[in-house]
């Protein structure tokens, strides 16, 4: 029996799409993501090219880290655009270069892709900023991979802590974040209602003392994007948490289990996971396009590159002289500007596409824990506590792309923040948690360890029981 024609969909531009303007978009972030969208009942073809086959939602992605949210929840399937642009095909590739002259995009497997218009948008990578150790021992978190490391580190370095409690020796675990944004500040304020809420019952040989948390900023405040009074919820709330703040001290070096601050002081820390910035990836250095701060590729006010009339840049990789704020919202805002100047090119409205880009804020949000969280709308509209958070939610979730998403997310999060421990199981998130390894590398690093059992020495299995002050 013949599918009714409801359940048809288009897979194809048109009969006449092959004669289409090809562009191509490079990198399937926010920026990528929904130019494509915008792009979806314009007369082209697109091709999008990233090096994974899946969109990630990043500012859920400390919840990924801790445990909170499956890696699934905040990624999509890059090739599922097509089912709302169906004139969109899917790349996966690096690029390794782009030939202006011929307008082709080079990628690392040694293809290429044929442009008409071209956008650059893949993004940013994380932000050493030259700190020795850093790029060694700290951890980023701006990847789902690299959120699920932390996340699998977590667990290893706490099911160690339960074996050196078994050999009659009883270890802290320290955590520092680096970095007093958002990101900062998040994954600070999950960690401590994990500690809070779900440590002592899952790890119950382990005092819920044992993790410790610090917050390290350069500046002297938290959330320095935000209004006074937010930040200062936002430290209350922290401390409030146990999460130790330190503020006004940059770090100087990351070691194994240390970070040694601009003071001179050293902090123990066995896991230091580093949220303090971003900056464009040193591969884009060959693609031959101008470059500013941070690597940013130079715009004009259309976003049109410098010295290019069919090449575009959007997202965190866009720089010039009003470089916007990496973030969220204003690399979606880029991409549908950029699609709309594409699309007035195709249909002959040049005037149109020389409209220059301008950035509508919508407003500023951060969740500091259960029941805590700071929005700052557009009108003067401030928020904060469980208010706060309820728009938090609200907002995050309908950011998603996927309707699967969407859903899950919501039900994760409701059940993760609003029940007690009377009501709702301790059950995070884990995966391959090797506390083989913790424990090995704990053993092996112990002469370059500024702290623990045996640190500066050879380990040794200790004898009798004795704590570490």
Avoid: C
């Amino acid at each position: 029996m013949p599918l009714l024609p409801a359940f048809y969909r288009k897979t194809v531009p048109a009969k006449d799409g092959a004669s289409w303007p090809h562009v191509v978009i490079v990198g399937g972030g926010f920026a990528g993501a929904h130019l494509v969208l915008a792009l979806r009942d314009v007369r082209v073809r697109v091709t999008l090219i990233d090096r994974n086959v899946y969109k990630t939602f990043q500012p859920l992605l400390y919840q990924v880290a801790t445990a909170g949210l499956n890696s699934g929840d905040v990624t999509m399937f890059l090739r599922g655009l097509s089912l709302h642009a169906p004139n969109m095909r899917f790349r996966q590739g690096e690029v390794t270069g782009v030939d202006t002259d011929e307008q082709v995009v080079k990628l690392s497997d040694g293809g290429s892709v044929r442009y008409d218009h071209l956008v650059l948008a893949s993004g940013a990578t994380t932000n050493y900023f030259g700190t020795p150790g850093a790029e060694e021992f700290a951890m980023p978190m701006y990847t789902r991979s690299q959120a699920l490391e932390i996340r699998e580190r977590i667990f290893a370095e706490l099911e160690r802590a339960t074996q050196l409690k078994e050999m009659s020796f009883t270890d802290r675990l320290a955590i520092s974040i680096v970095g007093g944004g958002p990101t900062g500040v998040e994954i600070a304020g999950a960690l401590a209602d994990f500690r809070i809420s779900e440590l002592d019952v899952l790890y119950p040989e382990v005092d819920p003392g044992t993790l410790e948390i610090s917050l390290i900023q350069r500046g002297d405040e938290l959330l320095k994007a935000f209004e006074p009074q937010h930040r200062e919820y936002a430290a209350r709330e922290l401390e409030k948490r146990g999460v130790r703040l330190r503020l006004g001290q940059g770090v100087e070096e990351v070691g194994y289990d240390f970070v040694r601050l601009a003071d001179g002081s050293y902090v123990e820390s066995d896991i230091t996971i580093w949220a303090a910035g971003v900056s464009v990836s040193t591969s884009v250095n060959a693609w031959g396009f101008p470059q500013g701060r941070g690597g940013r590729i130079d715009v004009d006010p259309t976003l049109r590159v410098k010295g290019f009339d069919n090449v575009w840049a959007a997202g965190d990789i866009a720089g010039g002289d009003n470089p916007q704020p990496q973030l969220a919202q204003p690399a979606v805002q880029m991409g549908q500007h950029v699609a709309r100047a594409i699309r007035a090119l195709v249909e002959g409205d040049e005037a149109a596409a020389e409209k220059p880009f301008k950035y509508n804020d919508l407003g500023a949000m951060a969740t500091i824990g259960r029941r805590a969280a700071i929005a700052e709308l557009p009108g003067g509209v401030n928020l904060q506590g469980s208010i706060g958070w309820l728009a938090w939610l609200g907002v995050h979730v309908s950011k998603l792309l996927g309707t699967r998403n969407r859903r899950s997310v919501a039900a994760n999060l409701l059940y993760l923040y609003n029940g007690t421990g009377m009501s709702r199981v301790p059950n995070p998130v884990v995966g391959d948690v090797d506390s083989f390894e913790a424990r090995r590398a704990f053993r092996e690093n112990a002469p370059i360890r500024r702290f623990g059992y045996q640190a500066g020495k050879r380990f040794k299995d200790p004898g009798k029981p004795r704590t570490r002050r």
